[in-house]
C-alpha cells in the first residue's frame, strides 16, 4: 500500500508575515492585561508547524503523511487581597490560521482574564456527597482521564486498569456512549495514519454502557488476540509508538441544560478541570474544576471557586443519570505518557452524576 496524504490550510500561517503573528500574541496579551488591574501575569503561547511522516515496513507500506497544526493559548492571574486565581483557554487543531476565524485571539483572551476575576470573589464549595453536572470540558477531560487511560490495552496487560477482565460487560450508564475518534478534521488529535501505518478510524470504547473495545498497537492487538485500532501514536521519530487516545467524543443524548438542573435540591454545576490525578489501578480520581456553580433548587446560585471532586470511576460511571444534547468541543491540548506528549481533544455534551465527593481547598 502506497499514498501520500498531504493537508492544505486554508489560512497558511507561512503566508503570514511573522510581525503580525508577534502582533496577534502581544494584542492577546495588552486584552488580558488590560482587562483589569487585577490581572498580574499573563502568559501568551502560540505555536505553529507543520509535521511530515514517511512510514515505510516489510508488507509493503509507504505512507508520506504532511499535515500542519497551530496552537494557542493564554493564561491569566488574578490577585487581590493575597487570593490567586487562574484563568486559562485555548485553542488548537491540525489546520491552518483559519482557526482564529470561530475563536478570535482576544476574544479567547478575555475569556482567560474574565475567569481570573470573577473567581475572585467565589465562594468556597459545601463539602460531601452531592449530584454534580459537568459542563461540556469537565466531561470530556473527565473522561479521557478516567476512562481512556483505563481503556488503553498496554495498561491492561500490565494489570494496570480497572477495565481489565471486564470486556463486553456493563461499567457504565446505559445512556453512555464514548470513542476515541481521530478522524474528526480540523481536530487537534486528528491523523490519517497511527504511527504504525494503521489507518484511523473511530471506535467506540463504551456502547450503551457496555465496554466493547480496548486502544490498541499492533502489540497489544496481537497479544490480546483483538484487531489494530489504529492508537500507535509517538512523539519523535526517535520514540517508540505507544497505545495513545485522539479524540475522546462523548456521543449526545436529548437531556437539556435546564432539565438536568431541575430537582437538585442542593448540587454542584462544574465547568472546566484546572489538574488533578488518576489512579487507573484502583479506579480512583480527583480533579480540580475551574470554576463552579452553586446549584440550589433546580437554580444556579453562587459562584464557587477551589471546587475538588473526587470519587471511583466505575461507580462515577454508572452514577450518570442524564446526558445532554450540546456536545461541544472540549478542551484541547497536549497528553503526557511514558515522557512523549501528544495533541489530544475532547468533544462532549454535559452530563449530569448522582453524587460525587466534593471539598474545597482554601488558596
Excluded at 496579551?29 to 509535521?51: I, Q, T
Excluded at 465547568?271 to 470554576?291: H, L, N, P, Y
Excluded at 481533544?345 to 460525587?356: D, G, L, S, T, Y
Aim: hydrophobic content about 40%; charged content about 30%; overall charge negative.
Amino acid at each position: 500500500m502506497s499514498e501520500h496524504f498531504c493537508l492544505k490550510p486554508r489560512k497558511d500561517f507561512e503566508d503570514v508575515d511573522i510581525e503580525e503573528k508577534k502582533g496577534i500574541v502581544k494584542d492577546a496579551y495588552d486584552v488580558a492585561k488590560g482587562h483589569s488591574p487585577l490581572v498580574k501575569s499573563v502568559s501568551v503561547l502560540y505555536m505553529e508547524g507543520y509535521e511530515r511522516k514517511i512510514y515505510a515496513n516489510s508488507e509493503g507500506s509507504f505512507i508520506v503523511s504532511e499535515t500542519p497544526a497551530v496552537f494557542f493559548r493564554v493564561r491569566a492571574f488574578a490577585s487581590k487581597a493575597g487570593m490567586l486565581q487562574e484563568g486559562r483557554e485555548s485553542v488548537g487543531a491540525v489546520a491552518g490560521l483559519e482557526i482564529f476565524q470561530e475563536d478570535e485571539p482576544n476574544t479567547i483572551a478575555l475569556k482567560a482574564a474574565d475567569k481570573a476575576v470573577r473567581l475572585l470573589d467565589a465562594e468556597l464549595p459545601p463539602a460531601g456527597a452531592l449530584p454534580v453536572v459537568m459542563d461540556n470540558k469537565l466531561t470530556g477531560v473527565f473522561m479521557h482521564e478516567a476512562l481512556g487511560h483505563a481503556a488503553e490495552a498496554d495498561h491492561v496487560l500490565r494489570g494496570e486498569s480497572i477495565l481489565r477482565g471486564k470486556l463486553h460487560e456493563e461499567v457504565a450508564a446505559e445512556a453512555l456512549t464514548v470513542a476515541d475518534d481521530p478522524t474528526i478534521e480540523a481536530s487537534f488529535g486528528f491523523f490519517k495514519y497511527d504511527d504504525e501505518g494503521v489507518k484511523a478510524r473511530r471506535k467506540e470504547i463504551i456502547r450503551n454502557g457496555v465496554l466493547v473495545s480496548f486502544l490498541h498497537t499492533r502489540e497489544t492487538a496481537f497479544r490480546l488476540k483483538a484487531s489494530p485500532t489504529g492508537n500507535a501514536r509517538a512523539s519523535d521519530y526517535d520514540a517508540t509508538p505507544i497505545v495513545r487516545m485522539s479524540n475522546i467524543v462523548v456521543e449526545p443524548r436529548d437531556w437539556r441544560f435546564e432539565e438536568m438542573l431541575e430537582g437538585i435540591k442542593e448540587g454542584i454545576y462544574a465547568k472546566g478541570m484546572r489538574g488533578g490525578e488518576v489512579d487507573t489501578v484502583k479506579g480512583e480520581f480527583q480533579f480540580s474544576a475551574e470554576e463552579a456553580f452553586l446549584i440550589q433548587k433546580g437554580e444556579l446560585t453562587k459562584r464557587l471557586k477551589n471546587v475538588s471532586l473526587s470519587g471511583k470511576t466505575l461507580e462515577t460511571l454508572k452514577n450518570i443519570d442524564a446526558v445532554g444534547r450540546d456536545m461541544r468541543r472540549g478542551s484541547i491540548g497536549f497528553c503526557g505518557k511514558e515522557g512523549q506528549e501528544v495533541p489530544v481533544a475532547e468533544f462532549a455534551p454535559h452530563i449530569r452524576v448522582k453524587k460525587i465527593l466534593v471539598g474545597g481547598a482554601r488558596k
